[in-house]
């Protein structure tokens, strides 16, 4: 298990620092446990601070912080704090039950967009731009957990998710782009449907058969891993994960 002795944990990531937002539940904390457990030491970030508490008896010397992304005076904080960060996964995402254009509301719209790209933007700003962050040290990689949302429109998904997936993506690409001879390795993770709480807010709740045969958390944990261990000369810019048995859009 994650609370594993030091001596028995694996060594991959010995000496990197993380920072994992959205961490305390479903992909973020799957994530935060496959860090922590090849040595990394990691922030995980949440706006609610309960879910995050669990993970440190599991995972001793895991930080945990209360931050809203879309806050970006506490995000510039966050950073200050943690310093040196070498990896950086954006995963803080939230969805609505009245998805329709026809029903949305302006209020739920800027809402979805403020945590699922504005507040990736802030994580990404001051990781790598802040004191000490990524361009100064011409080292790092962005994972930004977004979604096969972002890459095709999907109705199920609604308007501002998929606006907000779509931003995410090309937030992710742009600035790879301009930061290609830096050192900065960015990957955009576009999973397809995965069991989490996200799926308690869809308009009509999906059947046991359906969720039995969708992806866990674990399984985009483990694409994270692959990236995040890979050496630093290579790189891969997207990358999808979706169910086998059959699919269904994000």
């Known amino acids: 298990t994650a609370a594993a002795s030091s001596e028995g944990r694996k060594a991959r990531l010995?000496?990197?620092?993380?920072?994992?937002?959205?961490?305390?539940?479903?992909?973020?904390?799957?994530?935060?446990?496959?860090l922590y457990a090849e040595g990394c030491d990691v922030w995980a970030v949440g706006r609610r601070l309960e879910p995050l508490q669990g993970l440190v008896d599991e995972c001793p010397g895991v930080h945990t912080r209360s931050v809203d992304v879309a806050d970006e005076a506490a995000v510039k904080a966050l950073f200050a704090e943690v310093g040196r960060c070498d990896i950086l996964v954006n995963n803080a995402g939230i969805n609505i039950v009245n998805r329709e254009f026809s029903r949305l509301d302006p209020a739920d719209f800027?809402?979805?967009?403020?945590?699922?790209?504005?507040?990736?933007?802030?994580?990404?700003?001051?990781?790598?731009?802040?004191?000490?962050?990524?361009a100064a040290a011409q080292d790092g990689l962005i994972v930004n957990v977004s979604s096969i949302a972002g890459m095709r429109t999907y109705e199920l998904s609604g308007t501002a998710y998929t606006t907000s997936k779509f931003a995410m993506n090309a937030l992710g690409s742009a600035m790879a782009a301009e930061y290609r001879e830096s050192g900065?390795?960015?990957?955009?993770?576009?999973?397809?449907?995965?069991?989490?709480?996200?799926?308690?807010l869809r308009?009509?709740?999906?059947?046991?058969?359906?969720?039995?045969?969708?992806?866990?958390?674990?399984?985009?944990?483990?694409?994270?891993?692959?990236?995040?261990c890979l050496n630093k000369r290579a790189n891969i810019p997207e990358l999808v994960i979706k169910p086998t048995k059959q699919f269904y859009p994000a």
């Open 14 to 34: 010995t000496g990197k620092t993380a920072v994992v937002t959205g961490g305390g539940t479903g992909i973020g904390e799957a994530i935060v446990r496959s």
């Open 110 to 134: 800027k809402k979805v967009l403020d945590i699922n790209t504005v507040g990736a933007f802030n994580c990404i700003h001051h990781c790598v731009e802040g004191a000490g962050g990524m």
């Open 203 to 228: 308009p009509v709740q999906p059947s046991a058969e359906h969720l039995a045969s969708i992806c866990q958390p674990e399984d985009v944990a483990e694409c994270v891993m692959l990236v995040a």
């Open 184 to 200: 900065i390795r960015v990957t955009n993770l576009c999973p397809g449907e995965v069991l989490t709480p996200i799926m308690k």
